[in-house]
């Protein structure tokens, strides 16, 4: 009798403790992530592709045929407050930009993107660039390239979007092709924006201004005295 009693105790034990932990799991899965591996327009255009919200994760081997752009794989991930973007193998002919991995991913409001193997007119681009680092280069015939790699940039509801390559290519006189390759958006799990000051933090002191208010001494010295003019009598 006392082992079946002791019994039943484990199980409702473990019944109650099974909301809280469902619970736990939620808590620690809130906020958002979307992402996709190439967008383009100007000369070619294309669509984010592929894109995935919410919890998906989709894969395409190639881009649909086109004139100009090449890509091998395409592979994107999104979850709640992460989300991951690669490509492999880019390829555009006219604009010499070639790179043999391209990713970004954002984790919790913070992102980072890496490249390899990535090269623009015969510059070489760098593996792990600062964030929004622009840069532009000639390319031989066609005009100047502007291109900022690792682009990231805080939206209005707090998400970050981390961008690996974010280009403007020149295709001849007054044609350009705009290019963003691998880009993932994420929000942390309180999908607030991080406060730019910390809280508690002493404000600043305004700066006065020349309006003849009288400036206080300094603490622990004496205020210099103000002459009297007028006669004092003399007393023998």
Known sequence: ???????ASAAIAAALAAP???????????????AYGLAASGLVA?????AATATADKSLLHLPANPLIDVKVLHVTAKPAYARASVTDLHVAKAALTAHLVTATCHDGTGVSR?????????RLAAVAAPNSAINIPV???GTASVTLNKQTRNADGS??????????PLGPGRTQTLSVSSATCSGGSGQKPPTQPPGSPQPTPTP??????VPAPPGEAPKPTPVT???????
């Open 46 to 50: 294309i669509p984010a592709t592929p």
């Open 1 to 7: 009798m006392r082992l079946t009693r002791l019994s």
């Open 115 to 123: 490249l390899a193997g990535a090269s623009l007119a015969g510059h």
């Open 230 to 236: 007028g006669d004092l009598p003399v007393t023998g």
């Open 209 to 214: 201004t020349a309006t003849g208010t009288p």
């Open 160 to 169: 970050l979007t981390v961008t690996a390559i974010e280009a403007v290519l």
């Open 20 to 34: 809280l932990a469902l619970a736990g799991t939620a808590s620690a899965t809130t906020g958002t992530g979307s």
């Open 140 to 142: 031989q015939g066609l």
